[in-house]
């Protein structure tokens, strides 16, 4: 079957990195076309939302995947096609080694070094739009911030941002805002069987702890920096968070671009070790 060493350890990379890449595939296909998978990011709190709302509609919380996929889909799509254009360059690799065909495997290498190139101008693409990346995000926040209307309400933009503030320890969009001004926000909100009418911030801006229980009841009543989290942006927070994610998705693709530098390399010593009969 195999006429050299290169070829036995060709097929076996190749065939690791394509069980790789199918569960790569598997994961990012669900983030891009499920609204269930991205709404599992936020299920716990949300779980403790509707324990403390109690909402009246079993609804509560439908959309909330939907509005996550506006952040996760553009980053699920490029995933699932690095990852489908890798497994289409091992399959032609497979064929190519099992079949002993040189010329196949010469596409091989041709397909693989697009790849290698392709995924080399991505990561110094995205290192050198990491500033604009952010502040993409930070508008996104904002823009989010002014479709909150409350907890009860149940919108999906209310629960987001909701879950922002409270995760993030953060109250509003920036720093300087101390008045929830938005037109949308509903002053009159309920939280742990209580009522409150003429807040002047959302409920999520008051200091929680892990069950979502507000820590000091003077909040929402009076906001203060001892109570609550106002004064403290989410924009920023919310960014590098974000960021930090798409680092680490980043750095371990390097771990890919290796692999593939591997398999390129014992490529071209598999070509050598071709008996020339078989071309």
Same mark, same amino acid.
């Given at each position: 079957?195999?006429?050299?060493?290169? !070829? $036995?350890?060709?097929? $076996?990379? /190749?065939?690791? =990195?394509?069980?790789?890449?199918?569960?790569?595939?598997?994961?990012?296909?669900?983030?891009?076309?499920?609204?269930?998978?991205?709404?599992?990011?936020?299920?716990?709190?949300?779980?403790?939302?509707?324990? !403390?709302?109690?909402?009246?509609?079993?609804?509560?919380?439908?959309?909330? *995947?939907?509005?996550?996929? =506006?952040?996760?889909?553009?980053?699920?799509?490029?995933?699932?096609?690095?990852?489908?254009? /890798?497994?289409?360059?091992?399959?032609?690799?497979? &064929?190519?080694? %099992?079949?002993?065909?040189?010329?196949?495997?010469?596409?091989?290498?041709?397909?693989?070094?697009?790849?290698?190139?392709?995924?080399?101008?991505?990561?110094? *693409?995205?290192?050198?739009?990491?500033? $604009?990346?952010?502040? !993409?995000?930070?508008?996104?926040?904002?823009?989010?911030?002014?479709? +909150?209307?409350?907890?009860?309400?149940?919108?999906?933009?209310?629960?987001? $941002?909701?879950?922002?503030?409270?995760?993030?320890?953060?109250?509003?969009? =920036?720093?300087?805002?101390?008045? %929830?001004?938005?037109?949308?926000?509903?002053?009159?909100?309920?939280? /742990?069987?209580?009522? +409150? !009418?003429?807040?002047?911030?959302?409920?999520?801006?008051?200091?929680?702890?892990?069950?979502?229980?507000?820590?000091?009841?003077?909040?929402?009543?009076?906001?203060?920096?001892?109570?609550?989290?106002?004064?403290?942006?989410?924009?920023?927070?919310?960014?590098?968070?974000?960021?930090?994610?798409? /680092?680490?998705?980043?750095?371990?693709?390097?771990?890919?671009?290796?692999?593939?530098?591997?398999?390129?390399?014992?490529?071209?010593?598999? &070509?050598?070790?071709?008996?020339?009969?078989?071309?």
């Amino acid at each position: 079957m195999f006429v050299a060493k290169s !070829h $036995t350890l060709l097929f $076996t990379v /190749n065939f690791i =990195t394509s069980i790789i890449c199918i569960l790569i595939i598997s994961g990012s296909g669900l983030f891009m076309l499920s609204e269930e998978a991205n709404f599992m990011i936020l299920r716990k709190i949300m779980k403790l939302f509707v324990k !403390h709302v109690v909402p009246p509609s079993s609804n509560y919380g439908n959309g909330v *995947g939907k509005l996550i996929m =506006t952040i996760t889909q553009n980053l699920s799509i490029a995933v699932f096609t690095f990852s489908l254009s /890798n497994l289409l360059v091992c399959i032609i690799g497979f &064929i190519a080694v %099992w079949n002993q065909k040189s010329s196949l495997l010469r596409m091989y290498q041709i397909m693989l070094g697009f790849l290698l190139l392709g995924h080399l101008m991505l990561i110094v *693409g995205y290192y050198f739009s990491k500033q $604009t990346i952010e502040d !993409h995000l930070k508008d996104f926040l904002k823009s989010l911030m002014t479709e +909150y209307v409350s907890l009860r309400s149940g919108t999906p933009a209310s629960l987001f $941002t909701a879950s922002v503030m409270i995760m993030l320890n953060c109250c509003g969009a =920036t720093y300087r805002q101390f008045d %929830w001004k938005y037109t949308k926000f509903d002053p009159v909100d309920t939280y /742990n069987n209580i009522i +409150y !009418h003429g807040i002047n911030q959302p409920i999520p801006c008051c200091k929680m702890n892990d069950q979502l229980e507000i820590i000091n009841i003077t909040c929402p009543f009076e906001y203060t920096k001892y109570n609550s989290n106002i004064g403290i942006g989410c924009d920023k927070p919310f960014a590098e968070e974000i960021t930090l994610y798409l /680092n680490t998705i980043v750095l371990g693709s390097i771990s890919v671009l290796l692999s593939n530098v591997i398999m390129l390399c014992i490529g071209v010593k598999a &070509i050598k070790d071709f008996n020339p009969i078989t071309l």
